[in-house]
């Protein structure tokens, strides 16, 4: 079974940074692609960002130029790193990884941004 745990998340004050960090119980290798969604109250889980078992990255447009997806397949994690931050930010982040059709999800991590 897989599992995903998120970790970085916080309050922080706008024009801040914040790293989160997804961490894999197994080889990230194994993933067709991994990615960064998020989830303000009330609204869907929208896209942030996604990174391929080859390296390729796709950031939502709301995101570019702000954040960066990458990963390290030594330590079996993925990261996203977000600067310039903005009250809009501010949603759960969810690890997702997806191997052979299957798609798996960490428990999320709260981000905060304040104005």
């Known amino acids: 079974q897989v599992q995903l745990v998120e970790s970085g998340g916080g309050l922080v004050q706008t024009g801040g940074s914040l790293r989160l960090s997804c961490a894999a119980s197994?080889?990230?290798?194994?993933?067709?692609?991994m990615g960064w969604y998020r989830q303000a109250p009330g609204k869907q889980r929208d896209l942030v960002a996604t990174?391929?078992?080859?390296?390729?990255?796709l950031l939502a447009n709301s995101v570019k130029g702000r954040f960066t997806v990458s990963k390290d397949s030594a330590k079996n994690t993925m990261y996203l790193q977000m600067n310039s931050l903005k009250p809009e930010d501010t949603a759960v982040y969810y690890c997702?990884?997806?191997?052979?059709?299957?798609?798996?999800w960490g428990q999320g991590t709260q981000v905060t941004v304040s104005s």
């Open positions: 990174i391929t078992r080859g390296g390729d990255t």
């Open positions: 997702n990884a997806v191997r052979q059709s299957l798609s798996y």
């Open positions: 197994g080889s990230i290798f194994s993933f067709n692609t």
